[in-house]
């Protein structure tokens, strides 16, 4: 499960406890400048997830870490896709953030309101 914040103009994304591992990634911070918006997805799980490099992927169970697919390079960390939130980004490293979170609505409220006008 991932805890979505908002410092300093940053969208800040902290892995928790054992999806660490499995994800190989404990934080991202992202430039709120560099957020194109966020909704919910549970739906999301269903697409492929391309190549996992690194990270890992037991379907049905977890898919975790950096993915490559139609030359996007997606990161994910969800168990639960009824929680799935996915947050588009733009000049990043990453083109998708797809993370489980505890309250998807109010975590996609969240960063649709601290986004620039």
């Known amino acids: 499960m991932a805890h979505i914040s908002i410092d300093d103009g ?9 999806d660490k591992l499995w994800a190989l990634k404990s934080r991202l911070t992202i430039p709120l400048a560099h957020v194109r918006g966020a909704t ?10 391309g190549l996992r490099a690194p990270g890992t992927h ?3 169970l977890i898919t975790a870490g950096t993915f ?3 030359g996007e390079r ?3 960390d969800v168990r639960d896709p009824a929680k799935a939130v996915v947050i588009q980004l733009t000049d990043e490293r ?4 797809v993370v489980q979170v505890s309250d998807p609505h109010a975590n996609v409220a969240l960063v649709e309101n601290a986004l620039p006008n």
């Open 58 to 60: 037991f379907p049905g």
């Open 68 to 70: 490559h697919v139609d």
């Open 10 to 18: 940053n969208l800040i994304v902290e892995i928790e406890g054992l």
């Open 94 to 97: 990453y083109a998708r953030l």
């Open 40 to 49: 919910v997805d549970p739906g999301i799980v269903k697409e492929s997830k």
């Open 74 to 76: 997606v990161f994910w």
